[in-house]
């Protein structure tokens, strides 16, 4: 496995009005064949932001609707899989970040090396704490 993508990553590849849909579905549709993945959290996230009506608005789905698009997505050809964290983030992934709404990233960058793999994110933040251990999405 190479990529293990980020929630903001993976839900725009799958969400055509996303802002960023067209640059994450290029990516990922050239990044399937070396190996990718999506933490636990992010399949969950993702269901979750499928079945937000503030998000959706009047198109929110229903669980078993934003489970099936999320599934067809790790489907396929090259399939992604669901991971699971190994180990805990190191101390020296923590000490950077400078406020809540990075735990989650580091989280995922530590997931990524548990399976020997980059995050990819659009978050500059992430690839500034730890730039060997990211890929910027364009």
Known sequence: MKHVLDNDVFFSAIYTRHTHHAAARRWLDKAKPEGWGIAAE??????????????MG?????????????????????PGKI?????????ALLEPISGHCQIMDVWLVQ????????????EGGTLANGPSLSTKIA
């Open 42 to 55: 992010t399949y969950l996230a993702t269901v979750r932001l499928f079945m937000n009506p503030r998000v």
């Open 58 to 78: 009047a198109a929110a789905l229903t669980a078993t609707s934003a489970l099936d698009v999320v599934d067809a997505e790790l489907s396929g050809k090259f």
């Open 83 to 91: 991971l699971l964290a190994k180990t805990m983030p190191e101390r």
């Open 111 to 122: 997931i990524a090396r548990d399976h020997k793999a980059k995050l990819a994110t659009f």
